[in-house]
């Protein structure tokens, strides 16, 4: 079992930066690969970036590639999304996600946090 709590979300101007960050509880931690999703209002949620448990191997959206970082430590049982060149369309919640397959599919995480609300203002 594993329990994700994200925090770091607000309101930044475009062009700005947030780093997100979700704290994960349970000892099997870093056998996990861990990935960020985003659902905006009206829209599904959508894959953002995603993190083997090696913590080398990491994988983006076409959308936020050369802006955002994917990252973990799994020392201290967190992950984190670094988030630069804010646009208004990154707006949304933000979850993070646990799974035992390195994928962009949604169906392969098992566990989610609760989300973190990003608002990107023009």
């Known amino acids: 079992q594993v329990q994700l709590v994200e925090s770091g979300g607000g309101l930044v101007q475009a062009g700005g930066s947030l780093k997100l960050s979700c704290a994960a509880s349970g000892r099997t931690f870093s056998s996990y690969s861990m990935g960020w999703f985003r659902q905006a209002p009206g829209k599904e949620r959508e894959f953002v970036a995603t993190i083997h448990w090696n913590g080398v191997t990491t994988y983006y959206a076409d959308s936020v590639k050369g802006r955002f970082t994917i990252s973990r430590d799994n020392a201290n049982n967190a992950i984190y999304l670094e988030m630069n060149s804010l646009k208004p369309e990154d707006t949304a919640v933000y979850y993070c996600?646990?799974?035992?397959?390195?994928?962009?599919?949604?169906?392969?995480?098992?566990?989610w946090g609760q989300g973190t609300q990003v608002t990107v203002s023009s």
């Open positions: 996600a646990a799974g035992s397959r390195f994928s962009v599919a949604l169906i392969s995480y098992d566990y």
